[in-house]
């Protein structure tokens, strides 16, 4: 009986890692004015920060609809099988209304199919990261219990951070949340941002300075991992170098079990802008089945 | 003269003396300020201090030295300016205290109010120093003390005090090495010197000087109509039947003295003691011929005909207070009413309100820009006083307020503002700008009070205050040799350069704060300094440590040409 991952662009999955595990992905919309592109389908991060750069207002985005849920839950039974179990892992409900259309394609379905809706109350790769693991244990034979129970875990344990290099996007685009009060001082002070348990965006800490702030995140993240194994990712945008030299500071200081390295795509990187720095950390025991 | 009683009157002539003594002394004690960095300003705010205590006691003039001295501790708990005013103010807030409820003490009573005025500033002082006022203070209080028990003579025990604080002052340097480097007395304990010395000569009969006594008189007379306003209003708390002086008497006298045949010489003692007998809110002001009076009087008849020994009778004012007050009490009635029918407007609004010092306007734009709802003018120069805290407190309408002094001398004053204030008030006591900016950062308006004290405080000592500014006079600060116009590097209190030309000095302190841990530098530039200057230090501070952030701001602080936060 086969258990397949669903979930949508907003992940910032790569194409051969979904492929490899055969990860589902529902695209959400770029739109650049008129411009309608289908995230990760007809536009990239290189190509969107191109665009980001050359188009004078900010660009908007949009949840797919449900019609498109209903189209990537048929497909699926197609492929598998009406005895298909499907776990559908979605981008934050607090940041957009991509659970809605899930749960809404879900009632449309009316239960030929078993699905499973989750709210990550997560982002980007961090969500991307526990559907990686879940389609893996899928793979291993696990049950959807058991994967279930994992997909809990992590979302309640991961650890986020991202500091960006300016609040402007995120105010703009609606999603700054409670990190809105550390807007607009004279000074240069950098917001250490995070997702709260209910996935919105709030602040952390806040410092003076890049580099006061990825040490202020390196001293959380020792709070959390107490020397223990950890799974890392490094998420940015546009800015490679910096994400390397973060890794390898990382790599150093942590024992580090597995990581990656990621740019963000187009529809995050909507409402963060160029020059985000991000981390997930989580125990490697936490990922266990 | 032998005095072994004090009043409220000869406490008050005492006062007097001493504050017109430090006043005139301000620079000398300013003088004796340890750094040589402008901020000598110890003298200027005990005098300013002593000045507010000094104009509350002229409007609550009283007989009874309970009265008196607590019109002077509560003018000093508003007026007080840096630490030296704050600790000046606790001195007398003791004193107060310790009297309070009296009519008069004798020396052994004045001793131990001494003493307890010295107990009040102690539990004030969170680290108590040795070496300065507050023990100059103790030993003479102790002095007193032990000369009261072997004689009740209040001038022979103040010559005492006098002397003992004189001989301690003296001994301040080798209690504080730092004074002793510098080669200087306490300038708090000096100052309190002075004001010991006015009481003393107080004692020995001395009256203000007839300059003095112009202006003191000239103010004093506008203050005659407030106070027979003020006395209306105080009134309001008691009941017609309760007066027991009836008529407000108000006359002046034209002194012919021992000129004319029948009439006495005027003492201006024997007088008021004499008028004191007979009614209460006495007020005499006695110039070389003329006297001015204010008493409340049951038989204005007597007083009249008493005073007539000494000269002629003018511009005599008799009411009839009975009558009066039962028209102030209708008045105040409908006043209330009236306030009591307009709604409330005045509630709180914020959940916190946010105070800092500083002076500048760019300072003070960046504190806004951080969150600040008001900005106090003020720093090295000018330490504001607990009165103007209290003031910023009353204008936020905040329910919880945390005050930035920003400046080690204006911390107490801001403390003793919080004390006092009816709004709760937390000061996290940042002793300079950089300290306060830092503070900011870890303010969050959804924590509570607690924990963004914990956080401010923490805060705090993760920065690093550098400051660029010119000295004030020669000196020698352990290897650093100064001279007056030098420019001096000081990295948090310590001088470690100085030289004469402006960027030189600021580049070898910047360099010198700068280390490993360093993250980011801010450099506030000051109004003597140029954008281009500020840029020629963020540009030897790159080749120097490239991997430190560093931003300018234009701070536009006076003094200071460049100050710097280090993190």
Do not use: W
């Not at chain 2, 407000?248 to 004191?276: A, Q, V, W, Y």
């Not at chain 2, 914020?350 to 003020?378: Q, T």
């Not at chain 2, 002793?431 to 924990?451: C, H, N, T, W, Y």
Request: proline fraction near 4%; glycine fraction near 8%; include cysteine.
């Amino acid at each position: 009986m086969a258990i397949v991952i669903l979930t949508d662009s907003a992940a910032d999955l790569k194409a051969s890692v979904r492929e490899e595990l055969g990860i589902v992905s529902v695209p959400l919309k770029v739109m650049f004015g008129e411009e309608t592109y289908l995230d990760g389908v007809t536009i990239d991060s290189p190509l969107f920060f191109e665009k980001l750069q050359q188009f004078d207002a900010l660009p908007t985005t949009s949840q797919p609809s449900p019609l498109d849920f209903v189209e990537a839950y048929k497909g699926i039974v197609e492929k598998y099988g009406k005895d298909v179990q499907i776990i559908a892992i979605v981008l934050s409900a607090a940041l957009s209304g991509t659970y809605q259309s899930a749960v809404i394609a879900k009632t449309m379905m009316e239960d030929q199919v078993d699905i499973t809706v989750i709210d990550s109350r997560k982002a980007s790769f961090v969500t991307g990261l526990i559907c990686v693991e879940a389609a893996k244990a899928a793979r291993e034979g696990k049950s959807k219990l058991q994967i279930l129970d994992m997909i809990d875990r992590y979302l309640d344990e991961v650890q986020v951070y991202f500091i960006v290099d300016t609040l402007e996007y995120l105010q703009k685009g609606g999603r700054i949340g409670r990190a809105a009060a550390v807007l607009g001082s004279l000074l240069n002070i950098k917001p250490i941002l995070t997702l709260d348990p209910a996935g919105y965006v709030t602040a952390f800490d806040k410092v003076r300075g890049t580099k006061k702030a990825i040490n202020r995140v390196l001293e959380a993240l020792h709070e959390y991992a107490q020397d223990e194994p950890v799974v890392v990712a490094v998420l940015h945008s546009r800015i490679p170098e910096e994400a390397a030299n973060f890794l390898e500071r990382l790599k150093q200081e942590f024992s580090i079990k597995q990581s990656v390295l990621q740019e963000i795509g187009p529809v995050i990187g909507t409402h963060t802008g160029p020059g985000l720095l991000g981390i997930l950390m989580i125990k490697e025991k936490s990922l266990k089945t | 003269m032998v005095h072994t009683r004090l009043d409220g009157v000869l406490f008050s002539r005492m006062v007097h003396l001493g504050a017109k003594l430090l006043s005139r002394n301000a620079k000398v004690v300013d003088g004796l300020n340890v750094f040589p960095v402008p901020d000598g300003d110890t003298g200027t705010n005990m005098s300013l201090t002593l000045t507010s205590g000094v104009e509350e006691l002229s409007r609550r003039q009283s007989p009874r030295i309970g009265e008196a001295a607590a019109a002077l501790g509560h003018g000093l708990l508003l007026g007080a300016r840096g630490n030296s005013g704050v600790i000046l103010s606790q001195l007398f807030r003791g004193f107060s205290k310790a009297v309070n409820g009296k009519e008069e003490i004798s020396a052994g009573q004045f001793a131990e109010a001494l003493k307890a005025g010295v107990a009040s500033a102690y539990q004030a002082v969170m680290r108590p120093v040795e070496g300065t006022i507050l023990t100059v203070a103790r030993e003479a209080a102790e002095m007193a003390v032990r000369a009261s028990r072997s004689s009740d003579d209040l001038l022979l025990v103040m010559t005492m005090t006098y002397e003992k604080a004189q001989e301690t002052l003296l001994r301040t340097p080798e209690m504080l090495p730092v004074l002793k480097e510098v080669g200087v007395v306490d300038s708090g304990g000096q100052g309190l010197l002075f004001i010991y010395e006015g009481f003393l000569r107080a004692l020995q009969g001395e009256e203000l000087e007839a300059e003095e006594q112009q202006a003191h008189k000239a103010a004093s007379r506008v203050d005659l109509d407030e106070l027979v306003e003020e006395q209306h209003n105080a009134q309001v708390h008691r009941k017609t039947e309760e007066i027991r002086f009836g008529y407000c008497t108000e006359f002046m006298i034209r002194l012919t003295g021992s000129t004319e045949p029948n009439k006495k010489p005027f003492s201006e003692l024997l007088f008021r003691s004499h008028l004191d007998t007979m009614g209460d809110s006495l007020l005499v002001i006695a110039d070389d011929d003329v006297v001015k009076v204010h008493i409340h009087a049951e038989h204005p008849g007597s007083v009249l005909q008493y005073a007539q020994q000494f000269g002629s009778l003018h511009r005599i004012k008799i009411e009839n207070m009975r009558e009066q007050h039962a028209d102030i009490l209708k008045a105040a009635e409908e006043r209330k009413a009236s306030a009591e029918a307009e709604p409330r407007t005045d509630v709180a609004s914020l959940p916190y309100g946010l105070i800092a010092v500083a002076s500048g306007e760019g300072m003070a734009e960046i504190f806004r820009s951080m969150g600040v709802h008001a900005v106090v003018e003020g720093g090295q120069t000018m330490n504001p006083s607990t009165e103007d805290f209290l003031k910023a407190i009353a204008g936020l309408k905040a329910e919880h307020v945390i005050i930035l002094p920003n400046n080690g001398n204006i911390v107490m004053a801001a403390k003793q503002a919080a004390e006092l204030s009816e709004v709760p008030a937390t000061v996290i006591a940042s002793k300079s700008i950089p300290q306060g900016m830092a503070a900011l950062v870890a303010f969050r308006a959804d924590a509570g009070p607690k924990e963004n004290e914990a956080a401010m405080t923490r805060a705090i000592a993760h920065v690093k205050t550098g400051m660029v500014t010119s000295a004030v006079r020669d000196t020698r600060m352990g290897d650093v040799e100064i001279r007056e116009g030098d420019y001096i590097g000081i990295a948090e209190k310590e001088i470690v350069t100085a030289g004469s030309d402006l960027l030189q000095t600021a580049k070898e302190l910047l360099l010198e704060m700068v280390d490993e841990e360093t993250e980011i530098v801010t450099i506030f530039r000051g109004q003597e300094a140029t954008q281009e200057q500020a840029e020629a230090l963020e540009a030897a501070l790159a080749a120097a440590c490239p991997d430190v952030e560093a931003e300018i701001q234009y701070g536009g602080q006076p003094l200071y040409p460049f100050i710097f936060s280090v993190e």
